[in-house]
C-alpha cells in the first residue's frame, strides 16, 4: 500500500513540476518589429570588458545589423536594441539621462552619487524622461557610460531594475537604452585677470 503512494506522490510531483512553464518575452527600443534575421544577440556575460560590449553594438551596427542584448532571467528574457548609429551624431541631452557605471555600481553622470534600486522609479518618470523640442513626453532615454576598461557588473541588474519599473508604468512610450564611452573631460582652463 504504501508503495503505491509514493508511486502516484511520485507521478504527481512530476506532472507539477514538468507542466509548461511559458517564457515572456519583453523587448525595449525602436527595432522590435524589425527583420529578426537581422538581429545579433549579445550577453553582458559575453564580454570581459565595456570597451570590447560598445565595439562589437557599433561593428553590429555599421554591418547593417541590429544589435540585441539579451537578459534571461527565469520565465523572462529582456531584449534590449540600444539606440546606435554608424556614423555618431552630434547629440548631448541634458546629463540627467546618463549613468555611470564604476566598479560595477551605476552613478548620477558626472557624480559620486550612487543609484539606488529604490529610486528607480523616480530616476526613471523625472530623469530618464526624453522631451526633444517640446514639453511633450516623446520617450525614455538612458545613456549608459563607462570606461573602456571596466568591468560589465551592475549594467544587468540595473536593466533588469529599470524595466521592472518601466513596465510599472504600461505605458506605449519606448524605453531607449543608449552605450557610451566615458570620456574624461577636462577641467576647464583658469580664468585670466587682466593686468
Keep these: 500500500m504504501k508503495l503505491n503512494f509514493v508511486k502516484y506522490l511520485?507521478?504527481?510531483?512530476?506532472?507539477?513540476?514538468?507542466r509548461n512553464q511559458e517564457t515572456k518575452i519583453r523587448g525595449y527600443g525602436?527595432?522590435?518589429?524589425?527583420?529578426?534575421?537581422?538581429?545579433?544577440?549579445?550577453?553582458?556575460?559575453?564580454f570581459k570588458n565595456y570597451g570590447i560590449l560598445i565595439d562589437r553594438i557599433r561593428e553590429i551596427t555599421?554591418?547593417?545589423?541590429?544589435?540585441?542584448?539579451?537578459?534571461?532571467q527565469k520565465n523572462?528574457?529582456?531584449n534590449i536594441y540600444p539606440t546606435e548609429l554608424c556614423e555618431p551624431i552630434i547629440f548631448d541631452p541634458d546629463g540627467k539621462h546618463y549613468v555611470t557605471f564604476r566598479k560595477g555600481k551605476p552613478f548620477e553622470w558626472q557624480t559620486i552619487t550612487e543609484i539606488f534600486p529604490d529610486s528607480l522609479s523616480k530616476k526613471l518618470t523625472e530623469d530618464f524622461s526624453y522631451y526633444r523640442n517640446s514639453e511633450k513626453l516623446e520617450s525614455y532615454l538612458i545613456i549608459i557610460e563607462s570606461e573602456r576598461n571596466e568591468k560589465i557588473n551592475g549594467i544587468e541588474k540595473f536593466i533588469t531594475g529599470i524595466t521592472q519599473e518601466y513596465d510599472?508604468?504600461?505605458?506605449?512610450?519606448?524605453?531607449?537604452?543608449?552605450f557610451w564611452e566615458d570620456f574624461q573631460r577636462p577641467p576647464p582652463p583658469p580664468a585670466f585677470e587682466n593686468e
Excluded: M, Q
Aim: glycine content about 0%; some cysteine; hydrophobic content about 45%.
Design 168 to 178: 510599472k508604468l504600461e505605458t506605449k512610450l519606448e524605453l531607449n537604452f543608449a
Design 10 to 18: 511520485i507521478i504527481v510531483l512530476l506532472l507539477t513540476c514538468c
Design 76 to 78: 523572462l528574457i529582456l
Design 62 to 72: 555599421c554591418n547593417d545589423s541590429i544589435p540585441k542584448i539579451v537578459v534571461k
Design 30 to 46: 525602436f527595432p522590435k518589429n524589425e527583420n529578426r534575421r537581422l538581429n545579433v544577440s549579445l550577453e553582458l556575460s559575453e
